[in-house]
């Protein structure tokens, strides 16, 4: 295509047939679910494309901003030399942003990491008439609800909420909210103002036939009804099982006794931080702030941790005797979880007797605490030991709590 007034050839084949009809698709609020290489986000990060050509401009989301130019950026930009449009769109990569030349319509991404610069995004023409949520489960509510108010302004296009995602647990804010009349059985869900389309890898016809055997060999429980079949996560090897979700801004002004976490990390895992209150006479933990960072020296680390927990005595991973040091010198208040033998599942056992109440703003604390389970043998027998890796803020959040349990414990031996 030379000159470009000509009309831009979209040929049907070039999408999967599941997702045709949703190319136009008008509902206000447009969730894209279901299983690993089901082919979601390709085909919103296209339509993203080809609403820019028609003048819609979107704003593309993720909770954290650097993983946008490695997932989003890219597959809309695929998606524009996969069609040929590239001369009708100028690429920002050092901005993140794409301008449609045709139409002055706009894509911006931003992170989820600094909501308050997301309030103040804005295409250079126009308002924002779509907004793409990338992993939307890693979000949370209140984040969303934020996000809505930017869908606002005089245009002509319909405005659009767009949520791609895996189904990872029925406990989830978003299965809560919009799944009430969707039914397990189910693919798709269109009333005049939500659409619910759940796919798997079968829908995609462009993987390749070892893309297909890797999915369908998944041997895991969880992972083969979550990431294989598209369906909500039954988390039958869940270890922590009481776990909430509300909006805990008023208690975090009125908590008079707060306990901090810490847990070490640096390049290939981060270091993480929780801010607790515990209810000891209802048997409630509720965890109110929470930060995870890759590659903090310890200087920077204070500075996080005196804005983070200003006073509050932090109790951190015991296992390194200088980093604490140090974090002392710099003024905050650091001491070394006592552990002991077996203090992980004595921590864990400890939690489960209580109901964790998390802020809706802690997403990574909720995804940790909802996909925490036990490992299983080689028979799919449970064993009483967690699985690893993904429970940086939960071991930050023993930590926090250790002197309670210890207290509990000692209070018990007493009677």
């Not at 209802?282 to 890759?294: G, P, T």
């Not at 974090?327 to 209580?354: E, T």
């Not at 080689?378 to 993904?390: F, M, S, V």
């Amino acid at each position: 295509m030379t000159d470009s007034s000509r009309r831009l050839s979209v040929p049907a084949h070039a999408f999967n047939d599941c997702y045709l009809d949703c190319l136009t698709a008008p509902q206000r609020h447009q969730l894209y679910f279901g299983g690993a290489g089901s082919g979601k986000s390709a085909f919103v990060a296209a339509r993203c494309m080809l609403d820019a050509l028609c003048g819609r401009s979107t704003l593309v989301v993720r909770q954290v901003a650097r993983t946008l130019r490695f997932s989003c950026y890219n597959e809309i930009s695929k998606a524009i030399t996969r069609f040929g449009a590239q001369e009708h769109f100028r690429m920002n990569r050092t901005e993140m942003s794409i301008t449609c030349l045709r139409s002055g319509a706009q894509i911006l991404f931003a992170g989820l990491d600094d909501v308050e610069k997301v309030k103040s995004i804005t295409p250079e023409n126009g308002v924002l008439t779509d907004i793409w949520v990338e992993e939307a489960t890693e979000t949370g509510q209140s984040d969303i609800q934020q996000l809505e108010k930017r869908l606002r302004g005089l245009s002509r296009h319909t405005k659009r909420l767009t949520m791609t995602f895996n189904p990872v647990s029925r406990g989830h804010w978003i299965y809560q909210r919009f799944f009430g009349a969707f039914a397990d059985d189910r693919t798709k869900l269109v009333t005049p103002d939500l659409l619910i389309l759940r796919t798997t890898y079968r829908h995609n016809r462009f993987l390749t036939a070892d893309d297909r055997r890797a999915m369908e060999a998944e041997s895991d429980r969880y992972f083969r009804q979550v990431y294989t079949l598209g369906q909500w996560g039954e988390m039958g090897d869940a270890i922590l099982t009481r776990v909430k979700t509300e909006d805990l801004s008023a208690l975090f002004k009125t908590a008079d006794v707060l306990r901090c976490g810490l847990d070490f990390g640096f390049a290939k895992d981060p270091c993480a931080a929780v801010l607790a209150h515990y209810d000891r006479a209802r048997k409630r933990i509720y965890i109110l702030k929470e930060f995870s960072a890759h590659s903090l020296t310890n200087d920077l680390l204070a500075d996080r941790l005196r804005a983070f927990a200003p006073g509050v005595p932090v109790t951190c991973d015991s296992s390194e005797p200088k980093s604490i040091a140090e974090l002392r010198r710099l003024g905050v208040p650091a001491y070394p979880a006592r552990k002991g033998p077996d203090s992980v599942l004595h921590g864990i056992q400890w939690l489960m007797q209580h109901e964790l109440i998390v802020d809706t703003r802690c997403t990574q604390t909720i995804r940790e605490l909802t996909q925490y389970r036990w490992r299983r043998d080689a028979r799919g027998n449970a064993l009483p030991i967690p699985e690893t890796g993904d429970d940086h803020l939960i071991d930050a959040l023993r930590y926090a709590l250790e002197g309670d349990r210890l207290a509990a414990y000692a209070a018990a031996q007493r009677r």
